[in-house]
């Protein structure tokens, strides 16, 4: 069986762990420690970790965090989530195909009180929003508890490999993500005022004011002054013919295993999404020497940062607007995917049908908070705040100062002698910004100069660690605006700071002294892939800032610049008159078009992963008069799985509203009270 393991990746230095052994359906498999059973399986070739009851159909990954249940498997005879159980030694894991048989009690279980703690401050949630929180509290001197259901502090920070945007002063604009979840982990645990509870998932929130915690199957009850929920987001679903098929997942569970856990996921990938984190996921791909097969989006502009959209497309990536899906093919596997266009009310057009090879299609339309808890400490009269996506999707950039400016206003409701700025607002909501207008200006050359930088920062965006890195400010934004466009001033030295801390890869420089003759020039670019798939002498295709070809350069030199971890300057000879044009190179070829395309009909579609219901058993219960989604939950199962209707709810939203319905008459879910499943032995305080 083939390992899926990544053995070098050019941004994250990959560190020896122990083996472990495990079973899985009887056969010895090994992992390593610290790794989930979801991703153990993935790197031993498996991504089929069972059958649905219901239909037989084939069960994998989703969303990889918890939040539904399409990685669940039988750990020694107990049904738990692949995605969030380590593997351990000797562990025996198997396919659910059926319900497991209830163990035999052989003597009455032993009740014990459970362990009842209070706080000043319980943040639920170390993502970049908590984190910061915890450790602007944590310098006004306030103490609490910070918990994550994960086995490391970060949130998605940990999955970020690219430098982020903003500000260096206000979120480590320039910085790695994973290296400033590290950054905030470390400075949160010297402060020594925060209980670190790692692995620990807050399941509920109780009228008493308390908050129960499960940390490894132990149960806790917390009582806080004041409660902070920063849980970040999930993913949007999208449903379309073979959208239940395993291959099909979202981008941030994509992430996890490749940036994460290290695990070469695919060999082709194809997006559906153009937001920010689908462009990043496919730059990430990259990284992992996996190619990015394309990307659509069904608005008529990419809606994420043009310098993620024009990266991608320099490095070779298609990117289709104005296209959807229209089905992933394959049994019980993606095999391929077929795209079409769609017209100004997003109809299909027959007749524009594409199909690729791929084994995995990548769900990145979107976000939704994840303010459960939130919710439920409002409706109980709690003194709770939110932050970051929780309280609004935003960047993370915006989710790091976000938490900031939460963590002060509870030190005041705390009665801590303290303010908070009023240029904090400000570019809090700055830093949340949507792109502003994008303005392509020509480059103004400056003849007189040995060297220059080209800056293709076109779209107004919230970021200025160009203006930092440049030791003689040669580099400014007159304005003073973080969100208006940095302006070359003269006297370049050609140090390369501005070009290695660009968190767009939007500069390069141009060398104008290269050849007194004027026939060649010499480029420097930022380069982030694989060291080995470059080379000095090279010849290369240089693609201009959008991805259109320009002609050919040759790899004269490869460095590593000491400002920027991991990024390579690479210096490319190119003809004279192409000096200002060409901003990289082509690293991918285009892919191959399949002749076939296959047909199915939409109603056959899955809407309810969980109970594997469709939009046609859907659309026949509306029809009939069912305007109460309990109604529909009680007639189909929808909302019944362990997702609780977090996956399916805005899809079946979305049928209602196809069929003519005001969805504002349409009676939602009814929230369970619990929002992760819990042994009950744990309730009990039994540890048997």
Known sequence: MEKKRLQSHPIINITPRKEVKFKFNGEEMSALEGETISSALFANGIKIFGHHPKDGSPQGIFCANGQCSQCLVLVN???LKACMTLVRKDMDVRSCEELPSLPQVKKNPVFKKINEIKTQVLIVGAGPAGLNAALELARLKVKGIIVDDKPELGGKLTLQTHAFFGSIKDCFAGTRGFRIGEKLAEELRKTGKFKIFSNTTAIGIFKDGYVGLLKENKYMLVKPDILLITCGAREKAISFPGCDLPGVYGAGAFQTLVNRDMIKASDKVFIVGGGNVGLIV????LQANIDVVGLVEALPEISGYKVHKDKLRRLGVP???????????GKEKIESITIAEIDEKFKMIEGTEKSFEVDTILISIGLNPINELYEQARKFGMNVFSAGDAEEIAEASAAIFSGKLTGRKIAKELRKNVEIPEEWHKLA???KSKPGKTTISDVKILEKENVMPVIRCYQEIPCNPCIDACPFNCITIR?????????????????????AICPGLAINLVFLDYDEKKEKSMILVPYELDETMINIDDIVDTMDYEGNPVGKGVIKKIRKHQSMEKRLLVSIEVPYEERFKAASFRIRQDSRQLDNIVELVDDDMIVCRCERVTAREIREAIRSGVTDMNELKSILRTGMGACGGKTCESLIMQIFKSEGIDTSLVTPFTKRPLVAEVPLKAFAGDKK
């Open 77 to 79: 005879n107990q049904p």
């Open 429 to 431: 909501e700055i830093l």
């Open 282 to 285: 496919g730059y990430h791909a």
């Open 479 to 499: 304005s003073g605006n973080i969100m208006d466009l940095p302006v070359y001033e003269g006297k370049c030295i050609g140090c390369g700071k501005c070009v």
């Open 319 to 329: 990117i289709w607007t104005r296209h959807t899906v229209r089905s992933a093919n």
